[in-house]
């Protein structure tokens, strides 16, 4: 954030110096020197006026703000001293978005004044400059005002100076010296004991973290000067949208929504015009992310509006530009959008914006080539791809995209394919530096466009490979690479342990029907916390090679692996057997995703409610038509092979076994084929069996000595032994780890899905600090099996984190439950594994079993149960 100061005499200089350090005691003096009356000179009345104006500014009063500073303008009785009034006063215009009256209070000030006076000044004209966008002078303001601050020994003033030349040089990737200005700027804020200051330059250089693609950098920035304002308790809510841009950045699209929406309101409640208008256009960015065409269209009205009352043209392109790429979204295709995307573009990169000038430039090109205009659009994109060379990972890679697609309309798909390669190398690259899972996972988002480009180039082809290629390309990633929370980070251990008493108590409560407002309060906190810990964890490692038809092949044997691939609103599938590859058409996406949802409730219904005939009738109908449009085109090939199925989007929640035709046969589901292919390489470790019961379920104590009977020697967890810690510790190194438990599947953050405990919920989150993964983990505990899917099929969940662990096999459920039907069939299941059959064949024998003795609804609590990995 920029920032300003400037000078005075007497008491009043005392407030003037307190402002900063203390801005409530500041107003404090400077109400004393206002109430000595007639006593008080001139000069001395103005620079407390002043005092107070600018302490009200830290305190994020504008109107009182620039109340006080007009009165300080007023009260002046030397031009010295009305200069440095005006000064002040078009700091905080600038901050209410009148730019253009800003602009003229501080250039006319600045004849007045000399030396440091002087200084502040050139400092002052910088920031609102900066406001403006005219970029280039206000960093020759700046550079000015540090010249003179080094000239005249103020180190106050080169301190500040320096804070903002920092922030904007961050901000606009101006090569060399960011770093340096930000850390001398804290340093001097410190040694001068300006804590709010040396905060504030230490938030830029979170922001200069992020600007140059080092997220955990920036997240742990954050979250230190976070402590450090609530120390302080001086509110930042301007604040909130350089969290927001983070969030965009990688992208946490939810989250980011929700950032927007608190900061439009905070700062329209405290009428701060210049930040609002900033808030609505990130509104705005955020909408069009989600998919959210109207709130974007709306929003960016609005902030263009207020930019162009403000003056601030370069502003007010960034809305138009999003104002636009709504409405390409919308569907539009016409001549006049692609005129005003073209003109857009290029006012984008003359003044700053190459981000949003490449995205507009990009969809420019699309649509010229909609509109029949080839010559057109390989011009635009020829520009786009210049971004290849440098500047952010999304940035080069969107540029490999713009290149790819202008060899596509020369006809030169090879040459495409190759290009797209390019550009997904280069997000692989970033994303190993995002060390949590939940970033990797998000951060798919980016390399959409790319994959989905290079699959539409196999598909035409015609090339089963190739479309296998590309769908493992880009789906699954963040499960080929280890998850990077350290195991001793003693902050998110108390967090979690924090939030599972709090959850504890939440449901005591609810339990007791008594209200727990203030605990759910804490518990989001908590949560919010915790994400910003786990964030935080630096990155590294590998991303695995996708293996190729012939590695699959050899590996599966006897097995049929299924991929199924999104191409555009069709579904197909890749089958592997015997060494060959094919290609299938399955129909519309949507149509499948529409019956999978309708299997599950008829499912759902038949085991919540019990059978009847309408349930019984919905769930078989919608099972019989999913199975035909999955694999009826595969029949001949599948014969009576074991299965390997890859799903896509909702199918990854489809309880297989009740489709027709995968009942009673082997079928393990993976998250990808390489996924499955390391799954099934790795041996299993040797370690005893782990058998848990969670509480306020009798039936898995029941359950849990029943299967201490069949599994001889194994380590059993119960009653008040069974807590979160123990057993975390106990799935290290395990062979086989049974939990029957209470599960709750959480679609926001899937990461806080969790296993019911003696001490509260276990979280996923927990799992990712395993050393040695256990082997074949079984969770009788309902929808314990269910992921949250994000942009290239990226899970998230118990599942994902078993699996990115190195656990080769986790059995569970896509459904909720009974808790006493469910013993009889775990322990046929056990039984069967420990005669030798691997969890996949065993749980179709023990579902088999189990169907042919029970009714609809004993159908329905088998299938809930799904082999995940490599069964």
């Not at 001549?335 to 003109?343: D, I, K, S, Y």
């Not at 499912?603 to 059978?611: A, F």
């Amino acid at each position: 954030m920029p920032d300003s100061t400037g000078s005075g005499a007497g008491a009043a200089q005392a407030a003037l110096d307190a402002v900063q350090r203390y801005p409530r005691e500041a107003i404090a003096i400077a109400q004393r020197v206002l109430a000595a009356g007639p006593a008080v000179g001139d000069d001395e009345r103005s620079t407390a006026e002043r005092a107070i104006g600018l302490a009200l500014r830290e305190l994020n009063d504008l109107p009182g703000a620039l109340h006080h500073l007009r009165r300080a303008v007023g009260a002046a009785g030397t031009p010295r001293v009305r200069a440095l009034a005006r000064m002040s006063l078009g700091f905080l215009l600038a901050n209410a978005g009148r730019t253009g009256a800003a602009l003229r209070a501080v250039t006319a000030a600045l004849p007045q004044l000399a030396g440091s006076d002087a200084g502040r000044a050139r400092m002052q004209r910088g920031v609102v400059l900066h406001y403006r966008g005219r970029y280039d002078e206000a960093v020759r303001d700046y550079g000015l005002a540090i010249d003179i601050a080094q000239r005249e020994g103020d180190l106050l003033l080169e301190a500040r100076a320096r804070n903002n030349r920092g922030l904007l040089n961050a901000l606009w990737g101006a090569a060399g010296g960011t770093e340096d200005d930000l850390a001398r700027a804290a340093a001097i804020f410190g040694q001068l004991g300006l804590d709010l200051a040396a905060a504030d330059a230490r938030w830029n250089g979170g922001i200069a973290a992020g600007q140059r693609g080092d997220i955990a950098g920036a997240l742990r920035c954050f979250a230190a000067v976070d402590e450090e304002y609530r120390r302080l308790a001086v509110p930042r809510p301007a604040l909130l949208l350089d969290r927001f841009e983070l969030l965009l950045w990688v992208p946490l699209v939810d989250e980011a929504v929700e950032v927007a929406a608190a900061a439009v309101h905070e700062l329209r409640r405290r009428g701060m015009a210049s930040d609002l208008a900033e808030a609505l256009l990130a509104q705005a960015r955020a909408a069009l992310l989600a998919g959210d065409v109207d709130t974007a269209t709306s929003a960016a009205a609005a902030a263009r509006a207020r930019f162009r009352r403000q003056g601030r043209r370069t502003w007010a392109a960034f809305a138009r530009h999003v104002e636009l790429r709504a409405e390409y979204r919308r569907g539009t295709r016409s001549a006049p959008l692609l005129t005003a995307m073209v003109r857009t573009a290029d006012q984008l990169d003359a003044t700053g914006w190459p981000g949003p000038a490449l995205a507009t430039r990009i969809e420019a090109g699309r649509l010229a080539a909609v509109l029949g205009r080839p010559g057109q659009a390989r011009d635009l994109l020829a520009v786009a791809a210049r971004a290849r060379r440098r500047g952010t990972a999304d940035r080069r890679a969107q540029g490999w995209y713009a290149l790819a697609l202008s060899r596509r309309l020369a006809g030169d798909d090879p040459g495409a394919a190759r290009a797209l390669r390019r550009g997904l190398a280069v997000l692989d690259r970033h994303r190993t530096s995002l060390g949590a899972t939940e970033l990797r996972a998000h951060s798919g988002t980016h390399g959409q466009e790319l994959a989905a480009e290079g699959l539409d180039v196999a598909v035409r082809a015609g090339s089963p490979a190739q479309v296998l290629a590309w769908a493992e390309r880009w789906r699954a990633n963040t499960l080929r690479m280890r998850p990077a929370l350290p195991p001793d980070d003693p902050d998110l251990v108390a967090a979690l342990a924090e939030l599972r008493l709090v959850s504890g108590l939440i449901e005591d409560e609810v339990l007791a029907g008594r209200p727990a407002h203030a605990l759910r309060g804490r518990q989001a906190r908590l949560e919010q916390r915790i994400r910003d810990l786990a964030r935080r964890v630096p990155g590294g490692g590998d991303v695995v090679t996708p293996p190729g038809v012939g590695t699959l092949a050899e590996r599966l044997g006897s097995r049929v692996l299924v991929e199924l691939v999104a191409h555009g609103d069709r579904l197909r599938a890749v089958l592997i057997r015997d060494g060959r590859a094919g290609l299938y058409e399955l129909g519309p996406l949507a149509e499948a995703a529409d019956l999978a949802r309708r299997h599950r409730f008829g499912l759902r219904r038949l085991v919540t409610t019990g059978d009847s005939a309408d349930a019984r009738a919905g769930a078989a109908h919608a099972a019989v038509a999913l199975d035909r449009q999955l694999f009826d085109p595969l029949r001949r090939r599948l014969a009576d092979r074991d299965l390997v199925i890859v799903p896509v989007g909702a199918l990854h929640a489809v309880p297989w076994s009740a489709l027709p035709t995968c009942a009673g046969r082997a079928v393990t589901v993976a998250p990808s084929a390489t996924v499955w292919l390391g799954a099934d390489r790795r041996a299993a470790p040797a370690g005893p069996p782990v058998l848990a019961a969670g509480p306020r379920l009798p039936a898995a104590h029941a359950e849990v000595r029943r299967l201490a009977e069949v599994l001889p020697g194994a380590r059993t967890l119960a009653g008040p032994a069974a807590t979160a810690a123990a057993l975390t510790a106990a799935l290290d190194g395990a062979g086989l780890v049974h939990i029957a438990a209470h599960g709750t599947f959480r679609a926001d953050n899937p990461q806080f899905s969790t296993l019911e405990l003696a001490d509260g919920p276990l979280f996923a989150y927990e799992w990712e600090r395993v050393a040695r993964p256990p082997g074949c983990v079984v969770l009788s505990a309902c929808d314990s099996g269910l992921t949250g899917v994000r942009p290239g099929d990226e899970v998230m969940g118990f599942t994902a984190v078993l699996l990115a662990l190195g656990a080769r096999c986790l059995v569970a459920t896509v459904l909720p439950v009974p808790a006493d039907p469910t013993t009889a069939l775990m322990l046929d299941l056990h039984r069967r594994m420990r005669a030798g059959a691997g969890p996949a064949q065993a749980l179709a024998d023990a579902q088999r079993a189990f169907v042919a003795a029970g009714d609809a609804s004993a159908r329905a609590t088998a299938a809930a149960f799904v082999c995940f990995g490599a069964g």
